[in-house]
């Protein structure tokens, strides 16, 4: 008698036939350890082949249990955000599932049919200039209200760069400014084109500590007058124009480009195009520093080909690169990367400070109309994002790549 399998088949007795295949599916877990509380309260221990974290999921109904088989990862999310399961550590639990990237890719692949119109649904989503601004509002005019409860002061939406351990996140946030300042080598009364300027954080710092001529460009109304008011407030509009323009669209000649997490937005198609703007706005022996987050370079290829959930639920149109891609792009448009540094552990503590804050701003969210299943579906965002970096399967740095001639 296989009493492994009579013992397994005890644990699954009364479990409905979704809920059986899904946990058949995730006990091929590689490593670690994930607790399964069942809606009737009893636990079942799936355990990996090797070592590893542990986590726990407590199911609330079965129908969690369908989402994941016909939905994949994405039908996993979404059952999270309906309330049909919950875990003491979401950002832990999304960390065990990143080292299982195999069952996750395979296993829980979900339906064709469903994977193949989430695709559709993406592509019809390019970042045009019209489906740019419109993808954008998506995410970024939820309202600076939102976005003030619980980033930090300087209101910038990037990786941080921890100088130290006991560093707070204003100060790492400025540190990863100063970082990218140092890196292109910016001087006083350069001319500075900024690609994404978001609030205006970089483009205050580049006026006030370096003396920096900066124009900077954003697409986002809500970060446009935020960005407008904060520099005049600052004292630096002889130094500083915010403008509410598509990158395309800029012309003339730069000394320096910095784009901080701008590129993700930009959509595989529009590289080149992206590229391009870098190479005819840089003056001959100009700078760009990049900040970017990148998927790595073993994963790009299955990346590429599926729809997961920050694209079709946060970053509508949006497509992460890798390093390599972005190093071949630097010198087909004849600006190689000369220096570069990578910092995803300091991503994965920045989410956790987010998460932290926005934990913490939820009455005052409320406040503002947002409700929980809104809830649920950033705090499933930052978790799966941090859980990303912990696990290493998504970075990033800043490169900075110089035009030739």
Not at 177 to 201: D, K, M, N, T
């Amino acid at each position: 008698m296989d009493l492994a399998a009579t013992h397994q088949a005890m644990q699954f007795d009364g479990v409905p036939f979704f809920g059986r295949l899904a946990l058949r599916l995730a006990s091929q877990l590689r490593c670690g350890t994930v607790h399964v509380r069942l809606p009737d309260h009893r636990m079942v221990t799936l355990r990996g082949q090797l070592p590893g974290p542990s986590a726990t999921i407590e199911l609330n109904n079965y129908r969690f249990a369908r989402s994941l088989v016909i939905g994949g990862d994405i039908g996993m999310a979404e059952a999270y955000i309906r309330g049909d399961w919950t875990t003491p550590d979401l950002a832990q639990l999304l960390y065990v599932l990143c080292l299982n990237e195999d069952l996750v890719d395979n296993a829980f692949a979900g339906n064709m049919l469903v994977r193949l119109c989430r695709r559709a649904v993406h592509l019809l989503r390019r970042n045009t200039r019209q489906g740019s601004r419109h993808n954008i509002h998506r995410h970024y005019d939820l309202g600076n209200e939102f976005f003030a409860a619980w980033l930090d002061s300087s209101m910038t939406y990037s990786s941080a760069l921890f100088p130290a351990e006991t560093a707070d996140l204003p100060a790492a946030q400025e540190h990863k400014y100063e970082q990218l300042a140092q890196a292109i080598e910016l001087q006083p009364g350069q001319s500075v084109l900024e690609i994404g300027c978001g609030w205006g954080g970089f483009a205050e710092f580049a006026a006030k500590t370096y003396g920096a001529s900066v124009l900077a460009l954003t697409i986002s109304k809500e970060q446009h007058d935020f960005a407008r008011r904060r520099i005049h407030e600052a004292g630096l509009a002889e130094k500083v124009e915010i403008r509410l323009q598509d990158y395309r669209d800029q012309d003339g000649r730069f000394d320096r480009i910095a784009s901080i997490e701008m590129i993700e937005a930009v959509g595989e198609q529009f590289w080149p195009a992206y590229f391009n703007q870098l190479n005819q706005r840089l003056k001959p022996g100009g700078l760009a520093g990049i900040q970017a987050i990148t998927v790595s370079d073993e994963l790009f290829g299955s990346y590429r080909q599926r729809v997961d959930f920050i694209q079709r639920y946060i970053f509508p149109g949006g497509m992460l690169p890798s390093t390599n891609i972005l190093r071949a792009l630097g010198e087909r448009f004849e600006m190689p990367v000369i220096r570069e540094r990578l910092f995803g552990q300091d991503y994965a503590r920045t989410l956790s400070l987010w998460r932290d804050n926005f934990s913490q701003a939820w009455t005052d969210l409320t406040a503002l109309g947002f409700d929980e299943p809104f809830r649920r579906l950033w705090e499933y965002y930052l978790c799966y994002c941090e859980a990303g970096f912990r696990a290493g399967k998504i970075d990033v740095g800043q490169l900075v790549f110089a035009r030739r001639g």
